[in-house]
């Protein structure tokens, strides 16, 4: 059974530097084919994709947060880290990662969407 | 940046009844190995995203006949052929064909 939740910090200050863990179960980020992205809410807003980390270790991130974002993974303690510098009001949100996985049928390979999420973890932006 | 534009904003059904969302993208999400690269996804209030649909028509793993998707290209719909009360809430669709992937907006399914 795979599981993900996230943790960090529910404040942070502007300016601040956010650091948020997927810590997950029931798969490995070595196997072909696992990704773990991750994802924001605002308050009453639509979802938001931030950034990819796959387990070749190729990392997407959204255009407009590209300067600010960085992901990393830890295999040995299955967790992928989201950091987010500068820190402002305007990222106040619930913030999510996500399971997704490419099936191989032997000549494509296929995105079978983000399958399995973590319960989010809300952050507040404010002085 | 692919745009995921969605309607009706707001949807109000009833039990029983079917329901459809429309979604159309800026560009064609049709990818050269014949799959459309577009997810939908049930966000129930208070709770995480739930994958409903992957690849534009394959029903995610426990997700109810019920929901359908289907089109090609830029435009496609999710059906619900039956609504149940318990399928209010926030439905997305969202492009997986490049990224940065992007959802739209959300239709509100109010039952």
């Known amino acids: 059974q795979i599981t993900l939740k996230e943790s960090g910090p529910a404040l942070v200050k502007p300016t601040q530097t956010l650091t948020l863990t997927c810590t997950f179960s029931?798969?490995?980020?070595?196997?072909?084919?696992?990704?773990v992205g991750w994802f924001r809410q605002p308050p009453g807003k639509a979802l938001e994709w931030l950034a990819l980390?796959?387990?070749?270790?190729?990392?997407r991130y959204s255009p407009s947060l590209v300067r600010r974002l960085t992901v990393t993974k830890d295999t040995s303690k299955n967790q992928v880290v989201l950091t987010m510098t500068d820190m402002g009001p305007l990222d106040t949100g619930t913030y999510f990662c996500a399971h997704r996985f490419f099936f191989h049928d032997g000549t494509t390979s296929y995105p079978m969407g983000y399958d399995i999420w973590g319960q989010g973890t809300p952050v507040t932006v404010s002085s | 940046d692919i745009v995921m534009t969605q309607s009706p904003l707001s949807l109000p059904v009833t039990p029983g009844e079917p329901a459809s969302i429309s979604c159309r993208s800026s560009r064609s999400l049709l990818h050269s190995n014949g799959h459309n690269y577009v997810d939908w996804y049930l966000q129930k209030p208070g709770q995480s995203p739930q994958l409903l649909i992957y690849l534009g028509s394959n029903r995610a793993s426990g997700v109810p006949d019920r929901f359908s998707g289907s089109g090609s290209g830029s435009d496609f719909t999710l059906k619900i052929s039956r609504v149940e009360t318990e399928d209010a809430g926030l439905y997305y669709c969202m492009q997986g064909l490049q990224t940065p992937h992007t959802f739209g907006g959300g239709t509100k399914v109010e039952i």
């Open positions: 980390i796959y387990w070749d270790d190729d990392e």
């Open positions: 029931g798969f490995s980020l070595t196997t072909n084919g696992v990704n």
